[in-house]
């Protein structure tokens, strides 16, 4: 709404008070009439309603403003890939609550990549058997064993360099020795503690 209307309405009754004020100092009988103290009281209220309904509208106006800058703020992040700053612009308690939550399915994600969707995409379900992921596969060692109790540093040198450490009744060269080349440091690091998480390493 134009806020010059609001600056009238508010000059109005500061002149109506003034007046009033002058006339009651100036003159004792004033109002002269009856139907005059009637007239200025309806005048009064009207602009005191008219006032305060203003107000209220242009407040109205500027939080739905508001609300479409944020909106706006959110989508642009979005289309810009930063959910991160998304949920915050929004006030979003996605994140706190998921924390609270825990974690019931023992997939780790690390910067937004879901550990167990690496595994998958990777190739690792058609080698090991890994209860977590359903995985039955035996070309490999049987992960739930053989990664039980171990840290993740151990972890991520059987992925990246898998002859050096060869599961015994397993022969050597069998894994691929490309992974450190063919993940992305988010994507092996997500792996590794989505297997740390999954087999009950050492964390």
Known sequence: MDETLFYVLGGALVVIALVVSFGGLRFENFPGSRGLLVGATLA??????ATMTFAWRNAEDEQEHREAELAEAVAESEEAGDTVEADEEAGSDAPEEAEAGGDTTAETTTA??????????AGCTGCH??????????????LDGALKGEDEAFIRESIVDPSANVAEGYPPNVMPETYADQLSPDELDAL??????????KG
Do not use: N
């Open 112 to 121: 937004s990549v879901d550990g167990a969707q690496v595994f998958a995409s």
């Open 129 to 142: 058997t890994l209860a977590d992921a359903g995985s039955t596969a035996t070309t490999g060692p049987d």
């Open 44 to 49: 009064v209220t009207a602009l005191v309603l």
């Open 192 to 201: 590794v503690g989505y297997l740390s998480q999954a087999t009950g390493g």
